[in-house]
């Protein structure tokens, strides 16, 4: 019998690549995609769930799966108000973990960001540490908090200040060596693939998984 995932965040750059690797794959016999937008020309097996996410607990009853792959976020530059950024990068996850729980879902994954802390000063680090610690306070028994680095990848979104940052990021990360590797830049592809290997194996111990980590999942499929 074929599987059931649920992809929030499936219209970003992350969660767009898990569903095309989703579609792709045979084992999974249904996709569910929970979203405020449409997305047009998907296959049969994508179901997708419309609305308000920010009130997710309002699709109980339809967050029903084998897997989930959150892959929500903003950005400061997107969402400047901060109590609108927490509720999409805080809410969300969260919200999302205890239906899972809830409703006996086994494996939740969920991007999250280098940095993370609860305890920090830093906004954003400190809402990133205290979604991972609500997460995993959930206690779902396959859960993995993926915590990459700055993030590569076509985005629909394009910004020069952005690209020119990247270019010389990526000229100078042959001086990260060591635990410096976790700074360099990976690809949204490397995360997603990443994150269908992580669900479909028996055998991972992670709970938070960095990016040098996530690099080597990456590589290995049903690790």
Not at 126 to 152: A, F
Not at 181 to 195: C, F, H, W
Request: net charge positive; hydrophobic share 40%.
């Amino acid at each position: 019998m074929g599987k059931t995932a649920i992809i929030l965040g499936a219209t970003g750059l992350v969660g767009g690549i898990v569903l095309q690797k989703l579609i792709e794959d045979e084992a999974y016999t249904a996709i569910k995609l929970f979203s405020r937008n449409k997305i047009e020309g998907l296959p049969i097996k994508v179901k997708q769930f419309l609305g308000n996410i920010l009130q997710l607990e309002n699709f109980e009853k339809d967050f029903e799966a084998d897997e989930v792959f959150c892959c929500i976020g903003t950005t400061a530059k997107k969402t400047s108000d901060k109590t609108v950024y927490k509720a999409i990068d805080y809410g969300i996850p969260v919200t999302a973990a205890k239906l899972s729980k809830r409703n006996n879902i086994p494996t939740f994954m969920v991007v999250s960001a280098m940095g993370a802390n609860a305890r920090s000063n830093i906004f954003y680090n400190k809402t990133k540490g205290e979604m991972e610690r609500d997460v995993l306070l959930q206690k779902i028994i396959n859960t993995y908090v993926l915590q990459p680095s700055i993030i590569g990848g076509n985005r629909k979104e394009t910004r020069i200040g952005e690209k020119i940052g990247l270019f010389i990021f990526k000229i100078i990360q042959p001086l990260f060596i060591g635990k410096l590797q976790n700074y360099k830049i990976i690809e949204a592809e490397e995360i997603a693939q990443a994150m269908v290997n992580l669900a479909n194996s028996k055998n991972s111990k992670e709970k938070i998984i960095t990016t040098n980590t996530i690099k080597n999942i990456s590589k290995t499929k049903n690790n």
